[in-house]
């Protein structure tokens, strides 16, 4: 089997407000449900971030629950705090393997956009991540958009433009606009369009 990243994590005793405190240390608590009981986990804070950094947690994770306990996981969904966006708390779903998922995988962009590069416009990345559903072991860590295909100022790509891999099924609707290309405010602005500026505006 693929070897995926892992999480180190332990069962947790306390909830309710007691969970202040456990942030207050840097861990996050978790739960874990599906295929089973439901487990309350927790786990450093800071491993997390740098997983979600890397696009780690965006696919199949491996939790470890002590040295013999591990599960496969998909992270269903993490709670943050509105005014800061600290992370207050992160399902897992547990999976099996030969049963297709649904996951939201964040988009990324890659290569030069002709538009921006002879032109001077600024691509706006309207979606984050857009939602799939595929084999565990086939669930990708990010989709990625090809800037190249943005060739005018009032290009405009769609979910339906997206390549995906084989066994990947889009879910989100086709027809919404993920990245579209921004005219320059001025003829200045396009005569120095040497500088190719990304601008995100997600949607939920």
Excluded: C, W, Y
């Excluded at 332990?10 to 599906?34: C, D, E, W």
């Excluded at 990708?140 to 290009?155: F, H, R, V, Y």
């Amino acid at each position: 089997m693929a070897t995926h990243p892992t999480l180190a994590t332990q069962p947790r005793s306390v909830s309710g407000k007691k969970l202040k405190a456990l942030r207050r240390q840097g861990i996050i608590p978790g739960h874990i449900f599906g295929q089973g009981d439901s487990v309350d986990v927790q786990f450093d804070g800071h491993t997390f971030q740098r997983m979600r950094e890397l696009h780690q947690t965006a696919g199949l994770l491996e939790l470890h629950l002590d040295e013999s306990a591990r599960q496969m996981v998909i992270v269903r969904h993490i709670e943050h705090k509105p005014s800061t966006g600290q992370i207050l708390h992160v399902d897992f779903m547990r999976i099996r393997l030969n049963q297709p998922v649904r996951a939201k995988v964040p988009l990324e962009l890659v290569g030069e956009s002709p538009a921006v590069k002879l032109s001077g416009g600024v691509i706006i990345l309207l979606l984050e991540t857009v939602e799939i559903e595929a084999l565990p072991e086939a669930l990708p860590e990010k989709i990625t958009i090809d800037a190249t295909q943005l060739k005018t100022l009032d290009a405009v790509l769609h979910s339906s433009d997206l390549q995906l891999a084989a066994g990947i099924t889009l879910l989100s609707d086709p027809a919404m606009p993920i990245v579209k290309v921004q005219p320059p405010r001025t003829e200045e602005a396009a005569a120095a369009g040497a500088s190719s500026t990304v601008s995100t505006t997600p949607q939920a």
